[in-house]
């Protein structure tokens, strides 16, 4: 079967909208409505009036879609695509980590789960971290789960002391400073592009620290021609096929690779398509209390 022709056809049928992360397998593209980052699709998320919204995604991502569209289908094609880092904090965590920081603002990172995000003041996302944290005009905030972004935020802002919980991106995480120097050593001319959820001291090797829309929209405007890429394959795989007069490299000729993200495959997109599952379902209290949270990051983003 031409799943390319048939996902297509369905959609037009079904008056359906597929969001796809840049992370996906490169193919998904070919039947992708929106292609971005977090922030980006969370905005078309909120945006559409579509009847079913496909994700192409990771659950948290699914999950914030339905929250923006309580009334809608959403369907995320493989429900296994998972995020490490969102698990690393549940409610009751959440809860004990306010308890030891009383009184300060909440941000929480998008990749949460729909339970956290109902406890926390506002959310963001790599590419809107530095505009949200600065909006709350507090000297202090409490950020989660991920710990790395926290700090860069941090350093970034200088006049905010940003209290971070301990959780982390492993893909990101791992990225090794040795491997980079390296890297850095075969490829003198190259410019090192990072996304945030890497460890401070490695993004201290970069040029340019940026959300996956930051990452990609930098080679866009830059005349340079050879760049190291620190984050995951889906963004050097894009790159590679719209920027054919560059070249990019991995760390040591690592592709950092989430597995959650290349869970889902054109087939599973036709078989949502067709069944019209697995649909993604928020307890309507925990939905209205993350929609605020959600809400007031897509304010200040505006
Ligand atoms: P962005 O899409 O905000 O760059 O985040 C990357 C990520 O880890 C998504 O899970
Ligand atoms: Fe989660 Fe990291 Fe995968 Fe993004 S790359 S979905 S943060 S585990």
């Not at 998972?82 to 941000?107: S, W, Y």
Request: overall charge negative.
């Amino acid at each position: 079967m031409n799943y390319i022709n048939e996902i297509n056809r369905l959609k037009k049928d079904k008056n359906a909208v597929i969001l796809a992360h840049c992370y996906q397998n490169v193919e998904i593209d070919e039947v992708a409505d929106y292609i971005g980052d977090s922030l980006y699709l969370s905005q078309k998320a909120a945006e559409t009036d579509a009847d079913i919204i496909i994700f192409a995604g990771v659950y948290f991502m699914a999950q914030t879609a339905k929250i923006l569209n309580p009334n809608k289908k959403v369907i995320l094609p493989n429900l296994k695509a998972g995020c490490d880092m969102a698990d690393m904090i549940d409610l009751q965590q959440l809860r004990e980590f306010k308890k030891h920081n009383p009184n300060i603002p909440t941000v929480c990172y998008i990749n949460s789960t729909a339970e956290v995000k109902s406890e926390c003041d506002i959310c963001c996302t790599s590419s809107n971290a530095i505009k949200i944290v600065e909006s709350l005009n507090s000297p202090k905030v409490l950020f989660l789960p991920d710990q790395n972004l926290g700090r860069w935020v941090e350093k970034q802002l200088g006049n905010v002391e940003v209290i971070t919980y301990n959780g982390f991106c492993p893909i990101h995480n791992n990225l090794d400073t040795a491997e980079m120097k390296e890297t850095k050593a075969n490829h003198p001319n190259a410019i090192v592009l990072a996304h945030p959820e890497c460890r401070e001291e490695f993004l201290e090797l970069a040029d340019y620290v940026g959300s996956t829309t930051g990452i990609i929209n930098y080679v866009k405007n830059s005349s340079e021609k050879e760049f190291i890429i620190a984050t995951e394959k889906g963004v050097i795989d894009r790159l590679q096929r719209d920027y054919s007069d560059k070249k990019f490299y991995n760390i040591c000729d690592k592709p950092a690779i989430c597995p959650s993200m290349k869970l889902i495959k054109l087939e599973d997109i036709y078989n949502s398509l067709v069944s019209e599952t697995p649909e993604i379902e928020v307890d309507k209290e925990i939905s209205q209390k993350a929609l605020k949270c959600i809400n007031r990051m897509l304010e200040v983003s505006k």
